[in-house]
Nanobody, 125 residues
Framework: QVQLVESGGGTVQAGDSLRLSCAAS????????MAWFQQTPGKEREFVAA????????YYADAVKGRFTISRDRAKNTLFMVMNRLKPEDSAIYYC??????????????????WGQGTQVIVSS
């Protein structure tokens, strides 16, 4: 099992920045991909960004390219996401996830076995 704990959400104004963190523990050697998803009321979780734990490759949803940066501290088994130039439409609960696979397309929530509890981001206009 892998446990994921997110932190770093909050309420900010449009144009501000936030950094989300996700600390992984347990069988972290099983992790091949970690990602962030966002969810708003009434909608399914949507892919935001992913990080390939072995290659260091990063993948982003079009809506966040150029504004969000995903990274990791391998020694601390921690995933980060710096969110710059935040917009009101970025408001959501952000979930950290981990998968024991690294398929070419890791944008689908069903590919991830482990999930954190979520951290809320509110961006006011």
């Amino acid at each position: 099992q892998v446990q994921l704990v997110e932190s770093g959400g909050g309420t900010v104004q449009a144009g501000d920045s936030l950094r989300l963190s996700c600390a992984a523990s347990g069988r972290t050697s099983d992790i091949e991909t970690m990602a962030w998803f966002q969810q708003t009321p009434g909608k399914e979780r949507e892919f935001v960004a992913a990080f390939n734990w072995f290659s260091g490759g990063t993948y982003y949803a079009d809506a966040v390219k150029g504004r969000f940066t995903i990274s990791r501290d391998r020694a601390k088994n921690t995933l980060f996401m710096v969110m710059n130039r935040l917009k009101p439409e970025d408001s959501a609960i952000y979930y950290c996830s981990a998968a024991r696979r690294s398929d070419p397309n890791m944008m689908h929530a069903y590919l991830y076995e482990y999930w954190g509890q979520g951290t809320q981001v509110i961006v006011s206009s």
